[in-house]
């Protein structure tokens, strides 16, 4: 599986961003597809989870009621509508993808086997 993330960008608190996630390759058996950020200095945490098979999904703390996972039924792509930015969103954002049913560990950065290479995100205060 390949993952290319896309839609990063610059831009003020308060406002919003829709990044995308493109796989290609075998994605019939992908599970789960997830974001993660990594910000300048710390490690990389999860963000948000789609379950492929019955469509859950799963936030952090820090942006549920906020961000929005969603993907297509070919799972080919997935679209992280983020809204009400914050300063404290600003990180790289990378897509992941495994193939495991495991689905506990959907929020650990281990579980994933496919990443894409990632996308910036800013926001200024």
């Known amino acids: 599986v390949q993952l290319q993330a896309c839609g990063g960008g610059l831009v003020q608190a308060g406002g919003c961003l829709r990044l995308s996630c493109g796989a290609s390759g075998r994605t019939f058996d992908t599970a789960r597809t997830a974001w993660f950020r990594q910000a300048p200095g710390k490690g990389r945490e999860f963000v948000a989870a789609i379950i492929w098979s019955g469509g859950s999904t799963y936030y952090s703390d820090s942006v549920k009621d906020r961000f929005i996972i969603s993907g297509d039924n070919a799972k080919n792509t997935v679209i992280l509508q983020m809204n009400s930015l914050q300063p404290e969103d600003t990180a790289v954002y990378y897509c992941?993808?495994?193939?495991?049913?495991?689905?506990?560990?959907?929020?650990?950065?281990?579980?994933?086997?496919?990443w894409g290479q990632g996308t910036q995100v800013t926001v200024s205060s």
């Open positions: 992941a993808a495994d193939r495991s049913r495991r689905t506990a560990y959907y929020s650990r950065d281990d579980a994933y086997a496919y």
